[in-house]
């Protein structure tokens, strides 16, 4: 069978690398693809870009394609799975209405209203003075947020009412996002352990994958700005079976039945960003309707169950009898950013020692994010660049493997967190 993974993130190089695994699938292409993708001979890169659904939906028919698997968002949002379906081409992921729980917060936010789905406090606005006065009402600290796409970079953790005035200034009067900051969205601070949790959905079954946890700052100790994501850890060892079946209950199922009450039937990935606070009280932060990056990377470095399999069960709604298989130790993936990420990445840098993945060593992999293949030599092309993954017996294993070998990894001006899952750590030997 031959599958077609749309996009050129970390996300994407790693669902290409665990589908061309599968003894089914005997061909990879993924649109467009990147360095990493480009480099492995079991992987053809096609040059259309993601939001070009007419050329991708012909390429589709041309070469037979028997799954399309659909990555980022952007094209979810603008009705990419519909259009394949109206083709005729079997796909995997969202329609256009269902992806609005990610394309469209203001949605998200009356949704799990509407379907008492635990959340915060919010507000919506288009008019700033009505969003200035809200938010001198409310106080500091207090999360703004662009109402649409943003590239994981349209929110604001506020901690004075200065600082949330200017943000709300810079969406809605200078345009910082264009369409997607049109309209904010203005919610309570929270406070506790953010965790991912990721399920698959068929319209009408779920199965659940491991959970993980993300580090969105970009320094050490959780500073500096909000970034897409500079690593990630699975499993996330605050997710307690008893908290596991929790979230299934308060969040995910109400969300699947919700969409369904609301005439919107949910297939793809769908991805909750929780908060769990000392209580174990769940929050719902945000929902994504696809892997997260770089959640994914780890979480598909443990899977041990042929996802390609899965996912084609999925896409003709009929995963009730599939169950994953895991690894049952650690994985963890650090992200190797370029100069002055995440404002405006320098490019074009030549990386040194980025292809370890030559030395078939099943406990690690560099999955490639924003990286170009020149002339046999690969080249930053991107923000996040590199996405370094090692696993272990245990999480301290994981975290010694992945930094021994980023250490062998050199291009001018990069930068990464040396802390990844260190908090995870530090609250196991407390517990011990």
């Known amino acids: 069978m031959k599958a077609l993974i749309i996009g ?8 290409a690398w665990k589908i061309k695994q599968s003894p089914l699938v005997k061909k990879v292409f993924v649109a467009p693809g990147n360095g990493g993708t480009d480099l492995d001979e079991r992987i053809e890169n096609i040059d259309i870009a993601v939001n070009d659904i007419n050329k991708l939906v012909l390429f589709a028919k041309k070469e037979k394609i028997d799954l399309t698997i659909i990555g980022p968002e952007v094209p979810l949002s603008e009705g990419i799975v519909d259009i394949f379906i109206e083709n005729k081409l079997k796909v995997f992921g969202p329609r256009k209405l269902a992806a609005q729980l990610e ?27 009505d969003a200035h006065r809200y938010i001198k009402e409310e106080g500091a600290p207090i999360v703004i947020k662009a109402d649409g796409l943003a590239a994981g970079k349209g929110v604001v953790v506020a901690m004075t009412v200065q600082e949330a005035l200017l943000a709300v200034d810079s969406m ?11 309209r904010v969205v203005i919610e309570e601070f929270l406070t506790g352990e953010e965790v991912s949790f990721i399920v698959i959905c068929d319209g009408k079954s779920i199965l659940p994958l491991e959970s993980s946890q993300d580090h969105k700052r970009l320094l050490d100790s959780d500073l500096g700005p909000n970034t897409g994501g500079m690593g990630a850890y699975s499993p996330a060892p605050i997710i307690t079976p008893e ?33 769990i606070d ?31 399999e899965i996912l084609l069960a999925a896409a003709n709604r009929n995963i009730s009898n599939y169950k994953a298989e895991w690894d049952q130790g650690s994985a963890i993936t650090v992200v190797i ?7 405006q990445p320098k490019i074009n840098d030549e990386i040194f020692n980025h292809n370890h993945n030559n030395n078939n060593n099943d406990n690690c992999f560099i999955f490639h994010a924003g990286t170009v293949l020149k002339n046999n030599k690969i080249y930053s092309a991107g923000g996040r660049v590199l996405g370094v993954t ?4 245990s999480l301290k294993n994981a975290q010694e493997h992945v930094y021994n070998l980023v250490k062998n990894i050199s291009f001018k001006g990069m930068q990464y967190r040396t802390d990844i899952a260190q908090k995870a750590l530090k609250k196991s030997s407390e517990r011990s």
Request: charged fraction near 30%; proline fraction near 4%.
């Open 8 to 15: 050129n993130g970390g996300r994407e190089h790693a669902l």
């Open 103 to 129: 394309s469209s917060k203001d949605f998200a936010k009356s949704f799990m209203e509407r379907h008492k789905i635990p959340t915060a406090k919010y507000k919506t606005f288009t008019n700033i003075k």
């Open 172 to 182: 809605l009067e200078d345009n910082l996002f264009g369409d997607a900051g049109a």
């Open 243 to 275: 908290l596991h079946r929790k979230i299934m209950s308060e969040v995910i199922e109400p969300t699947t039945e919700g969409m369904k009450k609301d005439g919107i039937e949910f297939t793809g990935f769908l991805y909750a960003g929780l908060m």
């Open 278 to 308: 000392k209580n174990n009280d769940i929050k719902t932060l945000e929902f994504n309707c696809r892997m997260g990056d770089p959640e994914t990377q780890p979480i598909l470095f443990r899977l041990k169950s042929d996802l390609f």
């Open 337 to 343: 950013a370029a100069e002055n990420y995440p404002n």
């Open 390 to 393: 090692a696993k272990g017996n």
